[in-house]
Nanobody, 122 residues
Framework: QVQLVESGGGLVQAGGSLRLSCAAS????????MAWFRQAPGKEREFVGVISWGGRPTLYGDSVKGRFTISRDNAKNTVYLQMNSLKPEDTAVYYC???????????????WGQGTQVTVSS
């Protein structure tokens, strides 16, 4: 069992930056690929990025590639999502998730955080 708690969301103007954190507890954090997903009202949950057990490789969704960076600190059991050049369409609830597989599909992730709201104003 893995417990995940996100933090760092908030309100930011377009063009600004935010860094989300996801603290993990429970079973060995370094055994899991960690991902970020997001969900806007009325839309399906969307893949944002994933990072492998040791920090590489990483994969990103097309809509965030070049603007967002995912990283992890296994000593602190924490994964981060640095979001730069934010756009209003990035507004969503952001979730971190853990999986034993390095995948981008929602159904591969058994463990989820409660989510943190990110709102980007124009």
């Amino acid at each position: 069992q893995v417990q995940l708690v996100e933090s760092g969301g908030g309100l930011v103007q377009a063009g600004g930056s935010l860094r989300l954190s996801c603290a993990a507890s429970g079973r060995s954090f370094s055994n899991y690929a960690m991902a970020w997903f997001r969900q806007a009202p009325g839309k399906e949950r969307e893949f944002v990025g994933v990072i492998s057990w040791g920090g590489r490789p990483t994969l990103y969704g097309d809509s965030v590639k070049g603007r967002f960076t995912i990283s992890r600190d296994n000593a602190k059991n924490t994964v981060y999502l640095q979001m730069n050049s934010l756009k209003p369409e990035d507004t969503a609830v952001y979730y971190c998730a853990a999986s034993g597989q390095f995948r981008i599909e929602v159904q591969w992730y058994a463990y989820w955080g409660q989510g943190t709201q990110v709102t980007v104003s124009s």
